[in-house]
């Protein structure tokens, strides 16, 4: 009589579909462990797989706007410097004809007029990190204000010494948000450059303003102070104007950044596994297989000799 073995071919099959599920299991676990991430593919995401891409696209328009914003913060933080410096120049001038009018005395005059022009003229013409004319409205490579001395202003009008062109610079904050920070030189130079050129205008011959001024020469230099009085004037405003810019630009990078983390964070809830928890499910698995490995071993050990009574020899 032939002894058979206890485990049946149906009880084997099970057993191995056991050991490859927790193979699986053990594979599974190991990489999230290895990764960090739930699954390395889509098919691990599942049904989660169009919000995690959704949430990706979302955080990385964020970082892109941020990104963006942040550069026109930068520019904009160069402009206050500058029409703040070009305001103090505005004031200065229009302190310096005051004190003539008031003294009847115009020694000094032209010279902080010349020293007014040169400051302004170098910040109209100022370039960006890149080369490009800062308040050149759209023609970067273009020179916007072309007076070269004091004395040339006298040799056209104003308005034909500024070539910027007309497209103010703008940059987009979020998703339909559009935030206008461009200047243009003849915008903020016109006024200033009006009152410089009626100063040299009434000074000729060429320093006949140094010194004590005359009835006349008075009431010409009273007749210029209104215009750089405007000058100063508008130029406060402008500079206002773009302190308020940077702040909402600054306002703006810190949404764009709140809400990259915000999606950022959506992310990690579908992709990013808990290190704690994938820990303990790649221990049970380990455990699970080795089991599994174990009871298929004695499983094909077993036969009825394991169950049949011992005699003792007597």
Known sequence: MSVDRVATNSQSQFMLSQIMQANNALNTTQQQVASGMVSTNYVGIGDKTATLEAARAAADRADAYASNTQQAVTQTDLQNTQLTTLSGLAEQLKQAITSAVGNSDGTNLMATAQNVFQQASAILNSTDASGNYIYGGGQGNKQPFTATSLSALTGGTVAS???????????????????????????????????????????????????????????????????????????????AANGDTYNRLTQAVTNQQSLSTMYKGFVSDIQDVDMTKAITNLNQNQMALQAALQVTSKLGQLSLLNYMPTTSAG
């Open 161 to 239: 010494f500024f070539q910027n062109g007309t497209q103010k610079q703008s940059v987009m904050v979020g998703d339909g948000q559009s935030v206008q920070i461009g200047v243009l030189a003849s915008d903020i130079g016109t006024q200033l450059m009006t009152a410089l050129q009626s100063l040299q205008n009434a000074d000729s011959p060429a320093g006949s303003l140094d010194s004590q001024l005359t009835a006349a020469q008075t009431t010409t230099l009273t007749g210029i102070l209104p215009s750089a009085t405007t000058a100063y004037t508008s130029l406060n405003a402008v500079t």
